[in-house]
């Protein structure tokens, strides 16, 4: 399984920023698709964004046009820049990988088996 550490995490008023770090052990393989999901408190655990080896990023519609995210494959580091931050996306957020043959990524939290132990953001 791939090791996954997430940093970066904390407080912040609302509007500001954030940027999320997830060091790997290594991008496992053209096949996977590394995530980010989040999960606040009495709530499902929810996919935000998804990328591939390639670089496509794919988002949720809840923080598309404000979160990016990228990858550092020289420094095996999945990175997620949060802009424009809003109450609602407080939550504990995870990085997370899964083999996802072809092309696009999931949402969907079961499809990832290798996770981080997350990272807690609190927007106020």
């Known amino acids: 399984d791939v090791q996954l550490v997430e940093s970066g995490g904390g407080s912040v008023q609302a509007g500001g920023s954030l940027r999320l770090s997830c060091a790997h052990s290594g991008y496992p393989s053209s096949r996977h698709c590394m995530g980010w999901f989040r999960q606040a408190p009495g709530k499902a655990r929810e996919g935000i964004a998804g990328?591939?080896?390639?670089?496509?990023?794919y988002y949720a519609d809840s923080v598309k046009g404000r979160f990016a995210i990228s990858l550092d494959n020289a420094k095996n580091t999945l990175y997620l820049q949060m802009n424009s931050l809003k109450s609602e996306d407080t939550a504990l957020y995870y990085c997370?990988?899964?083999?996802?043959?072809?092309?696009?990524?999931?949402?969907?939290?079961?499809?990832?088996?290798?996770w981080g132990q997350g990272t807690q953001v609190t927007v106020s």
């Open positions: 997370a990988t899964g083999s996802l043959p072809g092309i696009g990524w999931s949402p969907l939290y079961y499809e990832y088996n290798s």
């Open positions: 990328i591939r080896r390639n670089g496509d990023a």
